[in-house]
């Protein structure tokens, strides 16, 4: 089983091509807030415009997932100026708007239809946070079948504060969950990787 698993993940194996959706969770001016400083990963954004410029230019399926937050206290709260896509990395007229009101791109959306309307069999993640709305995401993603590959250093975390009381940095948080994901709901590469596999 574990032999079969690594080959179906394996990043040797990655082969990326129009069957492939491009998965851009959360970019939204929320995240430039204060209450998400501290984040790991600077180069992120750079990484998801150079990842979102690579599937333009093949015409390949790109996502643009949004958060609607109900509470008007959060930075992503619906109608908050904030819930605007950053401009760097908006939305283009026909690209796929997945609006989402949980951290799960699927719960409640058309995503998972969409998905397969659009062909798309394999999905490259990034996006914020990781172990948020990225996590849950990339959980649901493998648990439905998609051959789900998830970019670390196009994602960032934020620092968690644990039931102890005790922070831990936003690198720590990130690797982390980057490893509980690894083999189990993805593969997880980097932009390296991504362009071996183009």
């Not at 180069?43 to 093949?58: K, N």
Request: glycine share 6%.
């Amino acid at each position: 089983m574990e032999a079969a698993f690594s080959l179906l993940w394996g990043k040797r194996d990655m082969e990326l091509d129009n069957e492939t959706g491009l998965l851009i969770i959360d970019m939204q001016k929320a995240i430039d807030e204060p209450v998400w400083d501290g984040k790991n990963n600077p180069a992120y954004e750079t990484r998801i415009l150079d990842l979102l410029t690579l599937w333009r230019a093949r015409q390949w399926p790109v996502f643009h997932i949004k958060h609607n937050e109900a509470n008007p206290a959060s930075t992503f709260h619906t109608h908050a100026p904030t819930n605007a896509f950053k401009p760097e990395t908006a939305p283009l007229p026909g690209e796929i708007i997945i609006e989402k009101e949980v951290n799960c791109a699927f719960i409640g959306t058309g995503l998972g239809s969409m998905l397969r309307m659009e062909g798309c069999k394999k999905l490259l993640v990034c996006g914020v946070v990781t172990h948020n709305s990225v996590d849950a995401t990339v959980r649901h993603a493998g648990c439905l079948g998609f051959e789900t590959y998830l970019v670390a250093d196009a994602c960032t975390a934020v620092p968690v504060v644990d039931r102890t009381g005790k922070e831990w940095a936003a690198e720590d948080v990130h690797q982390l969950y980057l490893s509980v994901l690894d083999g189990e709901y993805c593969t997880v590469v980097n932009m390296q990787d991504v362009f071996t596999a183009i």
